[in-house]
């Protein structure tokens, strides 16, 4: 993991304690580094790597939250703390629903837990911190510009994601702060957005998309107690997906998934689930999600070459494949 002084956020948009009602560096104590060594012959290894760094925060004595792709599969956890220290973890859950991870501390963090806030009463304009392991040095002043959809190319969706700016550099888990001090949600991705044109010229603004911190609350129980939610898993089929000139095109397919048994390829376009045409990877998902849970039979339509062909895929459990975290 870098060192937390090999780089700073730019000045300007450190926050300042004084622009906050509470207390700044109380609560970026609770901010953790998070560093993750993954199997070689994990499932997830080559897309997402053997070694994943990002953040965590305390939200409970010795349990830290993440977000779930640093600690996929991962065989050891390390959290780095502000003070220098370095705590030994336990990748206890991910939810591939939401995105979430848990990590257990498997020794003193000796930190302050942060509140969880309410996501659904944030507003776009409101002032919020998002915070990185290293303290204000680290961390970004910045504000919502929006809460709605997002879908993701890898089978995910939300149905109102928080996205803030200006964007912080190493945005994977950092903690999206309140102005009341309150954890509202987990950063996730950056992705950028248009924001004007000028003299033919397109200034690209470049936002962090957080996963709200309410879809947390009702699945913590069963994250601390069973490593995942206890309902039936949704159906997966190992899909990448974009949305070109309003069709769902097949840009990917994982190996040994539900997809690439039934020889799906890159290039083919999903006309039709269950005999509903879709015409959005948003749509795609919830109708797929609809048909039942994780085995169920997944009818589609398909483009190919000048053809139009159906076939069937048997979905599966998108937590089949992987590893599962083991307690040293």
Avoid at 113 to 139: N, T
């Amino acid at each position: 993991m870098p060192s937390l002084t090999s780089w700073k956020v730019p000045p300007a948009a450190q926050p300042r304690a004084e622009d906050f009602c509470f207390d700044l560096h109380q609560i970026l104590r609770s901010v953790v580094g998070l560093h993750a060594i993954v199997p070689a012959d994990a499932f997830t290894a080559e897309t997402l790597g053997t070694e994943r760094s990002g953040n965590g925060v305390v939200i409970a004595d010795g349990l830290v939250l993440t977000i779930g792709y640093l600690i996929t599969e991962a065989e050891t956890v390390w959290l780095h703390l502000g003070d220098g220290r370095v705590v030994e973890g336990h990748a206890l859950a991910i939810d591939p629903d939401t995105g979430f991870g848990l990590v257990q501390a498997l020794g003193p963090l000796d930190l302050p837990s942060v509140p969880l806030g309410s996501s659904a009463a944030a507003r776009p304009g409101d002032r919020v911190l998002i915070g990185g392991v290293g303290g204000a040095e680290h961390s970004v002043a910045a504000y919502i510009v929006a809460k709605q959809e997002f879908s993701g190319y890898w089978e995910y969706l939300l149905d109102e994601a928080i996205f803030t700016t200006p964007s912080h550099p190493n945005w994977g888990g950092t903690a999206l702060i309140s102005e009341r001090g309150e954890l509202i949600g987990i950063g996730s991705l950056q992705i950028e957005r248009e924001q004007s044109e000028q003299d033919d010229n397109v200034e690209i603004e470049h936002l962090n998309m957080m996963v709200p911190i309410d879809l947390l609350k009702p699945i913590l129980a069963d994250l601390k107690t069973a490593g995942r939610v206890r309902k039936a898993a949704r159906p997966w089929l190992g899909l990448y997906t974009a949305e070109i000139d309003d069709q769902v095109v097949v840009v990917g397919v994982t190996p040994k998934a539900p997809a690439a048994r039934a020889e799906l390829k890159p290039g083919d376009l999903i006309l039709a689930i269950n005999g509903h045409q879709v015409d959005n990877c948003a749509d795609f998902y919830r109708r797929l999600w609809a048909l039942g849970p994780a085995g169920v039979t997944v009818p589609l339509t398909l483009y190919r070459g000048g053809d139009t062909f159906d076939v069937e895929l048997v979905s599966s459990d998108r937590l089949k494949p992987l590893k599962k975290p083991r307690l040293h």
